[in-house]
């Protein structure tokens, strides 16, 4: 087997890391960064490719969307990066389609998002809408209640996805009563305003798509502001490290869906786990962006060895042969719409600050990034294709 090697590193290969080590996004892009680090190097300790490290070169965004599609852009073109790694937003990812496109540069994208794309270089391990999206509506709606305020940062993910569970309440006899968002990059005191308006309407709980700090300052003046009687909170975003950001009290009983909690009872996540805590300290958590971030650099470089190659079709041939065991469990590429065979789980926050999983699907589930095979009533049972 043999790859081009970069001129910088000739006994090395090169790949593009780019998650954002400053700004609002900085605290969960720098925990999907370490994942990113920890897996090359396992790989790098098992060999490499044919004997060859990689190299991860990383660049900083800031947080800033408008910076994604340039530094992918240096990435490609002054590092002769074979593969990049990265992207938490949606706006992001969209930053670099056009650039990965146009070098014919795969893309492994992290993080859960709204669906409805198809782009023939990004490989997308987040979860889609119906690996998430549907099973939160269906288990709020049927185990708290029916009248629903939706809050969110002002941008493609939380917009789309507030529209899909307005669709999936609405169709299911429920109330939307208030919808409100705010920009990314927002301060404290405008949260608490927004926290102050959703208590008044005494909804029966919401639904949060809140990204970065906000997330925090909101689940922190919603604590404040009903500490006699919480109102329940549901959110696709607010994983292990926003709990640690906020505080364990504030995000106390609240729920969210994912793939993936740090809690997950699989042989490999708990290995993986306590090399993370050993690698970057013993109070560092793990999450659904972690591991996603984890296990799609393993699934790359399979498929690499497979294909004897980094052309993107060639790679994309050869990934969807592989099935890979994540922390999560058993997960594999459809080749179908590049999307991730994933689990599906419901966690609700406990008194040390991890998630009791309280549902947990019977195997992985196809992608549906459109919604295709999934009724608009998230509580009828759709017939669906598993790993």
């Not at 995000?251 to 793939?259: D, L, R, S, V």
């Not at 740090?262 to 090399?275: G, L, M, R």
């Not at 497979?306 to 052309?311: I, P």
């Not at 991730?340 to 609700?348: A, E, N, Q, T, Y």
Request: net charge negative.
């Amino acid at each position: 087997m043999r790859f081009l090697m970069s001129n910088t590193y000739p006994a090395e290969i090169p790949v593009g890391v780019i998650f954002s080590q400053t700004g609002v996004t900085a605290n969960p892009e720098q925990t999907m960064l370490r994942a990113t680090l920890l897996a090359i190097d396992r790989i790098n300790r098992q060999g490499g490719i044919n004997g060859q490290q990689l190299h991860p070169i990383c660049v900083d965004p800031q947080s800033v969307p408008e910076n994604y599609g340039p530094l992918a852009q240096k990435l490609i073109v002054e590092d002769n990066v074979k593969l990049i790694f990265g992207g938490y937003t949606s706006a992001s990812r969209k930053a670099m389609l056009p650039v990965i496109g146009r070098y014919d540069v795969l893309l492994f994208y992290p993080t859960q998002y709204e669906g409805f794309e198809y782009a023939p270089n990004v490989v997308y391990t987040g979860a889609a809408p119906n690996q998430g999206c549907v099973q939160l509506a269906r288990y709020m709606l049927q185990n708290v209640g029916k009248r629903v305020c939706m809050v969110g940062s002002d941008y493609i993910w939380p917009r789309e996805i507030n529209r899909i569970m307005r669709e999936l309440i609405e169709t299911s006899d429920g109330d939307v009563i208030s919808e409100m968002f705010l920009p990314l990059e927002t301060n404290k005191e405008a949260v608490y305003e927004v926290a102050k308006h959703v208590s008044s309407q005494h909804p029966e709980f919401v639904f949060s798509n809140f990204v970065g700090k906000s997330i925090e300052y909101f689940y922190q003046a919603m604590l404040e502001l009903n500490a006699d009687k919480p109102i329940p909170i549901a959110s696709l975003t607010t994983t292990e490290t926003e709990i640690q950001a906020m505080g364990i009290k504030a995000g106390f009983g609240h729920y969210t869906a994912a793939p993936y909690f740090q809690s997950v009872e699989t042989p490999i996540n708990q290995e993986i786990v306590k090399e993370y805590k050993a690698t970057y300290g013993q109070d560092e958590v793990t999450t659904m962006c972690w591991e996603a971030a984890y296990f799609q650099v393993h699934l790359a470089i399979k498929a690499v060895k497979l294909a004897e190659s980094f052309h993107a079709d060639k790679v994309m041939e050869k990934i969807a042969d592989i099935r890979h065991s994540a922390p999560q469990g058993p997960v594999k590429i459809d080749p179908d719409n590049n999307h991730c065979f994933l689990w599906s789980r419901i966690g609700r926050v406990n008194q040390q600050g991890q998630f009791d999983i309280l549902v947990t699907s019977d195997t992985a589930l196809k992608p549906d990034p459109y919604l295709v095979s999934y009724s608009t009533s998230p509580l009828e049972t759709a017939s669906r294709e598993s790993l």
